[in-house]
């Protein structure tokens, strides 16, 4: 159990659940005529990244998010903006701005690990009323595991009082599609968001908000799939970990810009080897050349 727990900790920091308020729409001045007036589309995607478990299910029953309909999405953040109380810029109407719409789902238990290195899958669809999304709140049952290998399976308890997270969302977090059509993605970090205490392992989710259309990826290839790589980047006090498909193709989406580190951890008998001083820029996409370890 020990050796689960350290690894855990040491391998999922490149963990994400993608939400993508959107359409397949690039011209940001126009709006979606398919969209009824008054109200936004959303299409909500979810992707996951690597953790040294077999599995890890997620039961996610119910999403939502509250709205400021006196407020535009591209409208500058205030410093109350996500306070109990706010009432969005239009403060005579007191908190009848501010409210809350339930997204369409297909409630379920997702296995999180098969959604990593930027495969995603449909979550949530429909429309809200129009105005600036502020927060994301996700509400999740009962029905938690995580399997330490194919067959041992622990309960996956939600740590608090409460079965949901909220998470707040910035303007700086949304990228634009089009005049009612937005997207929005969540890094989702299992590494510090599970944790194992008093013989249980608890469920505490840790996230950022990020614009994909912004930041930088890193994609490569480690060879050969039997050497059962972790590939870990270091860049300053950022740390980024993943766990590449059995074709040993991996990738980090959300990168900082800035110098980068590349270790390449064999298993299975497999020697190490690391890639330095890789300069990653914002909005773009390294490819790293691929990595062939040997024993």
């Not at 969005?88 to 296995?111: C, E, M």
Request: proline share 4%; hydrophobic share 40%.
């Amino acid at each position: 159990m020990k050796t689960v727990i350290q690894w855990l900790i040491a391998a999922s920091g490149a963990t994400a659940l993608l939400l993508v308020f959107a359409c397949n729409k690039n011209n940001s001045s126009s709006s979606n005529p398919n969209v009824p007036k008054g109200q936004s589309q959303v299409s909500l995607y979810m992707m996951d990244g690597p953790v040294s478990l077999s599995k890890v299910l997620i039961d996610i029953r119910q999403v939502t998010v509250e709205i400021d309909t006196a407020t535009t999405q591209n409208a500058a953040d205030v410093d109350d903006q996500w306070d109990a109380g706010y009432c969005g810029f239009h403060r005579t109407q007191a908190n009848k701005s501010v409210i809350w719409d339930t997204l369409s789902i297909t409630p379920g238990v997702y296995d999180l690990l098969q959604l990593r290195n930027g495969t995603d899958t449909l979550l949530a669809s429909g429309l809200y009323s129009t105005g600036k999304i502020i927060k994301i709140q996700i509400t999740l049952g009962s029905d938690n595991t995580v399997f330490t290998d194919s067959t041992t399976s622990y309960p996956l308890e939600v740590f608090g009082p409460n079965p949901y997270f909220t998470i707040n969302v910035s303007r700086t977090n949304v990228q634009d599609v089009s005049n009612n059509e937005f997207k929005i993605w969540l890094d989702f970090n299992l590494a510090r968001s599970i944790f194992f205490w008093n013989g249980e392992f608890l469920l505490q989710p840790y996230f950022t908000v990020f614009n994909d259309m912004v930041t930088a990826k890193v994609v490569g290839q480690v060879l050969p799939p039997g050497a059962g790589a972790l590939v870990t980047g270091i860049s300053g006090t950022d740390t980024i970990y993943a766990v590449p498909f059995w074709n040993g193709q991996y990738e980090f989406r959300n990168v900082p810009a800035g110098s980068w580190s590349f270790t390449f951890k064999g298993g299975n008998g497999y020697q190490d080897t690391t890639l330095s001083s890789i300069t990653v820029d914002s909005m773009k996409v390294v490819n790293l050349p691929k990595i062939t370890l040997h024993k």
